[in-house]
Nanobody, 124 residues
Framework: QVQLVESGGGSVQAGGSLRLSCTTS????????MGWFRQAPGKEREGVAG???????SYADSVKGRFTISLDNAKKTLSLQMNSLKPEDTAMYYC??????????????????WGRGTQVTVSS
């Protein structure tokens, strides 16, 4: 079992920055896939960014160049640095993890563990 707790959400004006953190109950180990997803009101949950132990990273087109995902395995913390925030980034952000294996894609169905989310609100 892996427990995930997100933090760092809040309210910010367009153009601002936030850094989300996801603390894990244990290190993801040597084989893992972790990611950030978000869900805006009335919309489906979508992938934002992902990173895996084999060196892959992935970003949604809408956040490329603005968001950066990183993992501190020693500190058991997954981070998402979000710069140049836009009102359309407003959503609940979730951390997700799959440990002990790698999935063929970043689809949310491949992630076994999820946090409860942290709210990000960007005003214009």
């Amino acid at each position: 079992q892996v427990q995930l707790v997100e933090s760092g959400g809040g309210s910010v004006q367009a153009g601002g920055s936030l850094r989300l953190s996801c603390t894990t109950s244990r290190s993801p180990g040597s084989t893992y896939q972790m990611g950030w997803f978000r869900q805006a009101p009335g919309k489906e949950r979508e992938g934002v960014a992902g990173t895996s132990s084999d060196g892959r990273t992935s970003y949604a087109d809408s956040v490329k160049g603005r968001f950066t995902i990183s993992l501190d395995n020693a500190k058991k913390t997954l981070s998402l640095q979000m710069n140049s925030l836009k009102p359309e980034d407003t959503a609940m952000y979730y951390c997700a993890a799959e440990v002990g294996g790698l999935a063929p894609s970043w689809a949310e169905g491949y992630f076994s563990y999820w946090g409860r989310g942290t709210q990000v609100t960007v005003s214009s």
